[in-house]
């Protein structure tokens, strides 16, 4: 069996081009491989270590690869764009991933199982069909306010408007049928929403994890499943800040000469559990007066300087530094401790 040192993997659809460096030296092996070909050829040379970038398919064929027993690592793109010589092609992409995985510094991208991806699906899914849904009740505004037929913002004044334009009897044919059809087509948008909640509801249940996060006041199951589903593995990071880092709650840094300046925050990151976190965050100020605790009191210091918003994101960024050290230790949320709810005393007889 042929033996190599590292490869690297830059995958495709249909081809897929490695850079195979061999034992004790010598000239790199480039080589194409088709699809049906791919597992075929490491099925052929001993264990060895593999790179590739994080991208799609990456995680199904990182764990075909370590049931060959290869080793896999997995790295986020932009941190193999610097490897990449001038010129970009397949080889040259597949020669980066080989050369930035022996980076002692690199960092690299836990593999995902099967079931995690299957959540994240359901996620994804669901987000989909939310955005669906918030362009048909835009459009479906857009038409009536045409014909002089509006209501207050929000999903929940859709039906009100649906019912006026309905018995409306000045519209014509035309839009009373355009208004039958968008009515259906929401209300089928929205119960496919409301089965997709209760699928990751019931797989949240089923995860110890997501029993966990789910004692965090402002995070319920949807939230908890979706990290769970994006972070395999809390120890990845070393600190609680790395973890907010990645998600892009951190504010982005312009420091130089020993001057340390920030701004506001990068936005870089994951952007699903950035928004998640935010929701979170406001949901939680909004009931932050009927609590105390030394979390409810910085809360509201803070709220008392800063906009409503940027405290939003404070307390995103704080949840999400608590929530990495629960999935670190497995300690449960300290409600006595950070946030609990006031108690009022009883009233004199």
């Known amino acids: 069996m042929q033996k190599y040192t590292r490869i690297g993997i830059d995958l495709g659809k249909n081809y897929f081009q490695i850079h195979a460096l061999p034992v004790g030296g010598g000239a790199a092996i480039n080589r194409k491989l088709k699809r049906s070909k791919f597992l075929e050829f490491f099925k052929q040379i001993e264990p060895c270590e593999i790179g590739m970038e994080a991208c799609g398919s990456a995680h199904y064929w990182a764990r075909e690869l370590e049931r060959l027993g290869h080793k896999v690592s997995l790295m986020p793109p932009i941190y193999t764009k610097p490897y990449v010589k001038r010129g970009?092609?397949?080889a040259v992409d597949a020669a980066a991933c080989c050369e930035a995985m022996s980076r002692p510094d690199m960092r690299f991208v836990p593999i995902k199982t099967a079931?995690?991806?299957a959540t994240l699906t359901l996620h994804k899914t669901r987000e989909v069909l939310m955005k669906q849904r918030n362009m048909s009740i835009n459009a479906l505004r857009g038409h009536l306010a045409?014909?002089?037929?509006i209501a207050p913002k929000g999903a929940g004044h859709v039906r009100e408007l649906i019912a006026r334009a309905e018995n409306d009897a000045t519209l014509p044919k035309a839009i009373q049928q355009v208004v039958r059809i968008m009515a259906r087509h929401i209300d089928a948008l929205g119960k496919e929403i409301e089965s997709l909640e209760q699928k990751i509801g019931q797989a949240a249940k089923r995860n110890a994890l997501c029993a966990l996060l789910d004692k965090i006041p402002g995070i319920g199951p949807l939230i908890a499943s979706a990290i769970v589903a994006f972070l395999p593995d809390a120890r990845q990071f070393e600190t609680g800040?790395?973890?907010s880092a990645w998600l892009g709650l951190t504010p982005r840094q312009k420091s130089t000469g020993g001057k340390q300046k920030l701004g506001s925050i990068?936005?870089?990151?994951?952007?699903?559990?950035?928004?998640?976190?935010?929701?979170?965050?406001?949901?939680l100020l909004r009931r932050i007066g009927d609590r105390t605790g030394a979390l409810a009191e910085w809360a509201q210091r803070l709220r008392s300087r800063k906009s409503a918003r940027l405290t939003?994101?404070?307390l995103a960024n704080k949840l999400a530094r608590i929530i990495w050290a629960m999935l670190s230790t497995g300690e449960s949320f300290r409600q006595e401790s950070f946030l609990r709810v006031k108690r009022t005393p009883p009233a004199a007889a």
């Open 88 to 90: 970009k092609n397949d």
């Open 146 to 149: 045409e014909f002089g037929l």
């Open 266 to 283: 990068t936005k870089q990151g994951n952007r699903y559990l950035r928004k998640l976190l935010v929701l979170a965050g406001t949901s």
């Open 312 to 314: 939003t994101v404070a």
């Open 241 to 243: 800040r790395d973890f």
């Open 115 to 117: 079931e995690q991806q």
